[in-house]
């Protein structure tokens, strides 16, 4: 359709009901929004208060609605709107919600479709970790200590991050393959919201925020050798630099049966 500069047409303003159908927004919610300061109509009637809305105005609720869609919250969105918005802190908020969306996801593919595994980019976002070295001669030890390791944060009076599970770390996952009485050296990390007298004690770690790389698989504990291998071959792969050791993390354990088991491991990267 062509228009000329001066067409009436452009002019055109839309009522509530209007926009609210088109929009598939109740009158209520235009209301909050306005009161929100996320919209101003384009025009009020001073006599009977009908407002009127624009196309910039629809746009808006538009822009609204995709924001609400992906997970922000509403005091997010204001702050966003007003521009108080803390750029740093406001990416990393948000990659750690894609992060914990994508680990649902490769959770729930694991369980409801025929892979065996999924591989995905991600990130570490930043955290304060309460750290214990361990030695292992398995994996279902490993594991054992490391729930260990949460209780005794827990009863130590730490505030843990209750969707962050605990972290095995190692530079040598291959020795807990070996018959040694030594053992594999592992390291166990729980996420904690703060660290109380962090620079005096030594079990206290920053971990920065860093691109990784996570492979996924699901059974028992006999598929974690074969899962970190299967990341070390990929990383070859897909010409990737590993930038620190490989992380475990025990995303579900025992829903269903003592062989059901989540596993993610994951590398951080440098791109």
């Known amino acids: 359709m062509n228009r000329t500069k001066n067409d009436p047409g452009e002019k ?13 927004i109740s009158r209520t919610s235009l209301i909050r929004l306005e009161e929100s300061g996320f919209l101003k109509p384009y025009h009020v009637n001073p006599e009977t208060g009908y407002r009127y809305y624009d196309v910039k105005n629809i746009v808006e609720i538009g822009r609204y609605k995709r924001l609400q869609a992906i ?13 108080q918005v803390d750029p740093e802190r406001f990416i990393e908020d948000q990659r750690k919600k894609l992060n914990e969306l994508q680990h649902f996801i490769n959770e729930f593919e694991l369980r409801y479709t025929e ?43 730490f505030r843990v991050i209750p ?16 018959d040694s009485p030594e053992g594999c050296k592992l390291t166990v990390c729980i996420p904690v919201k703060e660290a109380f007298e962090q620079d005096k004690d030594p079990h206290f770690r920053l971990f920065p925020s860093s691109d990784a790389f996570s492979v996924c698989g699901f059974g028992d504990y006999s598929i974690l050798s074969d899962l970190i291998s299967r990341l070390y071959a ?12 490989v992380r475990v993390i025990i995303l579900v354990t ?11 491991c994951m590398v951080p990267i440098k791109r």
């Open 12 to 24: 055109k303003l839309f009522s509530v009901a209007e926009v609210s159908y088109a929009c598939g």
């Open 71 to 83: 997970g922000l919250t509403k005091r997010e969105m204001t702050q966003f709107y007003r521009g």
């Open 115 to 157: 892979k065996n595994y999924t591989e995905s980019f991600t990130a570490f976002p930043e955290m304060i970790c309460y750290c214990d070295d361990i030695s292992s001669s398995s994996f279902k030890e490993a594991e054992y200590l490391a729930y260990t390791t949460y209780k005794e944060v827990i009863a130590g009076g």
């Open 163 to 178: 969707d962050q599970p605990p972290v095995i770390i190692s530079d040598n996952w291959s020795d807990l393959e070996k």
């Open 234 to 245: 990929l990383l070859e792969e897909k010409n990737l630099r590993q930038d620190g050791p």
């Open 254 to 264: 025992q829903k269903s049966t003592p062989n059901d088991y989540i596993f993610e």
